[in-house]
């Protein structure tokens, strides 16, 4: 049974360069208890494999400097390699929430999917951080990503035709996008609300989009009446 403390969700751009816009964001609200998209298996594996993966990256990037010609500061500043880094970097939201936990002893639960988050980091060591990979990002131009501050404010609160928005979320459903992960995050979240506390989940704003099928985490918890907070 769900308690009547109040909810706020906070949607970020993973991968982006939120942290002190979002531990501002924690600072005034002041949560009591902070829930997080981000698995177990997710943090253990960054702490356990990330420095092999990033020696590895280094060691291909040394080859083919060495092959090419190409300078090496250059290729190691590439928008893709520093894309893989921050990958396998703790994420922004994570730091940033555990570093208002430890000062205020708020709880910090991290309530995704281990199951998910090790069939796509498995694929990350055994498919992304390759020589073959890395030399075809290296001929990559830079991209602008899709989950840009632009369009998660335009989908989240401006006027959006319900044509794109159910385009866009189609291209998102999944066992390991939205779906069943949301429907598991909402059922964590409802467990952990407490009467007269406030908590703040911190996630991909993807899963705080509206949605006529009502398969986004947002809409699983609209009855709920939260807040969403892009950062």
């Given at each position: 049974?769900?308690?009547s403390?109040?909810?706020?969700?906070?949607?970020?751009?993973?991968?982006?360069?939120?942290?002190?816009?979002?531990?501002?964001?924690?600072?005034?609200?002041?949560?009591?208890h902070?829930?997080?998209?981000?698995?177990p298996?997710?943090?253990?594996?960054?702490?356990?494999?990330?420095?092999?993966?990033?020696?590895?990256?280094?060691?291909?990037?040394?080859?083919?400097?060495?092959?090419?010609?190409?300078?090496?500061?250059?290729?190691?500043?590439?928008?893709?390699?520093?894309?893989?880094?921050?990958?396998?970097?703790?994420?922004?939201?994570?730091?940033?929430?555990?570093?208002?936990?430890?000062?205020?002893?708020?709880?910090?639960?991290?309530?995704?999917?281990?199951?998910?988050?090790?069939?796509?980091?498995?694929?990350?060591?055994?498919?992304?951080v390759?020589?073959?990979?890395?030399?075809i990002?290296?001929?990559?131009?830079?991209?602008?990503?899709?989950?840009?501050?632009?369009?998660?404010?335009a989908?989240?609160?401006?006027?959006?035709?319900?044509?794109?928005?159910?385009?866009?979320?189609?291209?998102?459903?999944?066992?390991?996008?939205?779906?069943?992960?949301?429907?598991?995050?909402?059922?964590?979240?409802?467990?952990?609300?407490?009467?007269?506390?406030?908590?703040?989940?911190?996630?991909?704003?993807?899963?705080?989009?509206?949605?006529?099928?009502?398969?986004?985490?947002?809409?699983?918890?609209?009855?709920?009446?939260?807040?969403?907070?892009?950062?």
């Amino acid at each position: 049974m769900s308690g009547s403390g109040s909810l706020t969700l906070i949607g970020t751009v993973h991968r982006g360069e939120g942290q002190t816009r979002l531990e501002e964001l924690l600072c005034a609200l002041r949560p009591d208890h902070i829930t997080l998209e981000m698995s177990p298996y997710a943090l253990s594996f960054r702490m356990r494999r990330s420095p092999k993966l990033l020696e590895r990256l280094e060691t291909i990037l040394e080859r083919v400097s060495r092959e090419t010609g190409r300078p090496r500061d250059e290729l190691s500043i590439h928008p893709q390699v520093e894309a893989i880094r921050t990958l396998l970097a703790l994420p922004f939201e994570y730091v940033a929430a555990a570093r208002y936990c430890a000062a205020t002893d708020a709880p910090l639960e991290l309530i995704d999917s281990s199951l998910i988050s090790a069939r796509k980091l498995r694929r990350v060591e055994r498919e992304l951080v390759t020589a073959p990979n890395v030399r075809i990002l290296l001929e990559c131009a830079p991209q602008e990503t899709a989950e840009s501050a632009r369009l998660a404010r335009a989908m989240l609160h401006g006027r959006i035709d319900p044509a794109i928005r159910r385009a866009f979320l189609a291209r998102r459903r999944g066992p390991e996008e939205i779906g069943e992960r949301d429907r598991r995050m909402a059922v964590a979240i409802r467990n952990r609300l407490k009467d007269g506390k406030r908590l703040v989940h911190i996630g991909g704003w993807v899963h705080l989009v509206e949605d006529e099928r009502k398969e986004t985490l947002y809409e699983r918890l609209r009855a709920l009446e939260p807040e969403r907070v892009l950062c």
